[in-house]
C-alpha cells in the first residue's frame, strides 16, 4: 500500500512542478547576475543600515550566488554567505523567496585593534538572513526588489578580566556571545 501511494504522489508531483514554468524558462541557460541592496535592520538594540552585494548565476526561476555586506548592528561586521532564490509566477513582475547564510565576520573598531589583549576582542560567528520579496523588470534583465525578513548573527566578544590581590598575573579571559535578531527591510537593483 506504501509503495502504491508513492508512486501515485510521484506520479501527481512530477508533472505538477513542471507544470509551473513555461518550456522556455526550463531551457533557458543560465546568465551572472549582481543584486546590490541597502537596508534597515531593526531590533531590540535600535535600528541600524546594512549594505549587500551578490553576484551569482540565474537560471529560470532561480538564482544563487556568493554576497557579502556590511552590518552595523550591535557590532559592526561582514556577512559573508551563500544567497538562493526562487521567483514564482512566468510574469516579469512577480514575488520570490530568498535565503542567505554564512560566516560574519566582526570589523573591530580602531581602539580594539590598538589595544589587543587589553580590550575585548570580537570573534566570528554564524549569519543568516530569509524572507521575501517582490521583483519589479525592468529593461534588459534589470529588475527593482524590493524584500522583507529576518536576519540572525552571532558574535562572541572576549573580554579580559584582572585579578585583585597581592599578585596581579596575566589577565584571564571571559567570553560573552551576542545574538542579533532582526526584521530586514531591503531596495536592491539586479543586473
Known amino acids: 500500500m506504501k509503495i502504491l501511494f508513492s508512486q501515485l504522489l510521484a506520479v501527481l508531483l512530477v508533472p505538477a512542478l513542471?507544470?509551473?514554468?513555461?518550456?522556455?524558462?526550463?531551457?533557458?541557460?543560465?546568465?551572472?547576475?549582481?543584486?546590490?541592496?541597502?537596508?534597515?535592520?531593526?531590533?531590540?538594540?535600535?535600528?541600524?543600515?546594512?549594505?549587500?552585494?551578490?553576484?551569482?548565476?540565474?537560471?529560470?526561476?532561480?538564482?544563487?550566488g556568493i554576497g557579502a555586506g556590511i552590518h552595523y548592528y550591535g557590532m559592526r561586521s561582514i556577512p559573508v554567505f551563500a544567497d538562493i532564490r526562487k521567483s514564482f509566477g512566468n510574469k516579469p513582475n512577480s514575488p520570490?523567496?530568498?535565503?542567505?547564510?554564512?560566516?560574519?565576520?566582526?570589523?573591530?573598531?580602531?581602539?580594539?585593534?590598538?589595544?589587543?589583549?587589553?580590550?575585548?576582542?570580537?570573534?566570528?560567528?554564524?549569519?543568516?538572513?530569509?524572507?521575501?520579496?517582490?521583483?519589479?523588470?525592468?529593461?534588459?534583465?534589470?529588475?527593482?526588489?524590493?524584500?522583507?525578513?529576518y536576519s540572525y548573527k552571532k558574535m562572541s566578544n572576549q573580554s579580559p578580566v584582572y585579578s585583585i590581590g597581592p599578585w596581579p598575573g596575566p589577565p584571564n579571559y571571559e567570553t560573552f556571545t551576542n545574538h542579533f535578531r532582526?526584521?530586514?527591510?531591503?531596495?536592491?537593483?539586479q543586473l
Open 18 to 64: 513542471y507544470g509551473q514554468t513555461t518550456m522556455e524558462q526550463r531551457t533557458k541557460k543560465p546568465t551572472f547576475s549582481s543584486i546590490n541592496q541597502v537596508g534597515v535592520l531593526t531590533g531590540a538594540a535600535g535600528e541600524a543600515a546594512t549594505v549587500q552585494s551578490i553576484n551569482g548565476v540565474r537560471i529560470a526561476q532561480w538564482f544563487t
Open 96 to 149: 520570490f523567496v530568498y535565503a542567505d547564510f554564512g560566516v560574519n565576520i566582526p570589523w573591530e573598531n580602531p581602539t580594539q585593534l590598538q589595544g589587543k589583549g587589553y580590550e575585548p576582542s570580537e570573534k566570528k560567528g554564524g549569519f543568516y538572513d530569509a524572507g521575501i520579496g517582490y521583483s519589479l523588470a525592468g529593461k534588459k534583465n534589470r529588475a527593482v526588489l524590493f524584500s522583507a525578513g
Open 182 to 189: 532582526t526584521i530586514v527591510i531591503k531596495l536592491g537593483i
